[in-house]
């Protein structure tokens, strides 16, 4: 049964518009958020995260959304450019005690920007 | 500032022979984790480290597995002896427990096809 799921194993973007990867889960006790970026070859490279008690955060072209009701993450990248290109992983962190080291990932979307 | 690095990069052989792969994790981090890739199942934590030792070993899927971590900047994963389905990207990464956001840095990877 996974707890982290994303739905869309890939994507394709114009390059300069709006890239919107989604996230779900099921686990309310998931307490921090974050998004992996892998290129081929390489291992997964942290880009941002989003604790719980927070609904958004901005880091230049990134943006992670947080709908803790829906239980739903999203990320945005505005604009999308072709080095954006990779796997996108969510990956979602256990509250403090038991399981607070493991982060839960999810399966990854492709992007592929479009020039 | 050297990441995570991992080796070999790339491991062909046969089934039934022992395959060790290597880690050196990031000065200064006090937690190590092993992760196995596959396309079936996606990333999965085969083993947690903190302080040198071996805090969650659930992942590991059967005693064929074994991990040690003799010092802080050094962790090996063994198989033995190794099976095809063994075959799977295997990645290394630290972090710093007391990150509240447990933000994970990953080495590139070690590529194992077990024929």
């Known amino acids: 049964d996974q707890q982290v799921k994303q739905n869309s194993p890939s994507l394709s973007v114009q390059e300069g518009r709006i890239s919107i990867l989604n996230c779900d889960y099921t686990?309310?006790?998931?307490?921090?958020f974050l998004w992996y970026k892998k290129y081929p070859a390489e291992g997964p490279t942290f880009l941002i995260s989003?604790?719980?008690?927070?609904d958004k955060n901005e880091d230049g072209r990134f943006t992670v959304f947080l709908n803790k009701s829906a239980k739903h993450l999203s990320l945005h990248i505005v604009p999308s450019q072709p080095g954006d290109s990779a796997v996108y992983f969510c990956?979602?962190?256990?509250?403090?005690?038991?399981?607070?080291?493991?982060?839960?990932f999810g399966k990854g979307t492709k992007l592929s920007v479009i020039p | 500032d050297a990441g995570v690095i991992q080796s070999p990069r790339h491991e062909v052989t046969e089934m039934g022979q022992e395959v060790t792969l290597r880690c050196k994790p990031i000065s200064g981090h006090n937690s190590l984790f092993w992760y196995r890739q596959t396309m079936m199942r996606g990333l999965e934590l085969l083993i947690y480290?903190?302080?040198?030792?071996?805090?969650?070993d659930s992942g590991m899927p059967e005693d064929r597995f074994s991990a040690k971590m003799p010092n802080a900047s050094f962790s090996t994963l063994k198989i033995q002896p190794s099976e095809p389905r063994d075959s799977a990207v295997y990645f290394c990464a630290s972090s710093l427990y007391n990150n509240r956001v447990n933000e994970q840095f990953f080495g590139p990877g070690t590529r194992l096809t077990v024929l």
């Open positions: 686990n309310s006790m998931f307490d921090y």
């Open positions: 989003i604790s719980s008690i927070k």
């Open positions: 990956a979602l962190k256990g509250p403090a005690g038991a399981g607070s080291y493991q982060l839960t």
């Open positions: 480290f903190n302080n040198n030792v071996p805090i969650d």
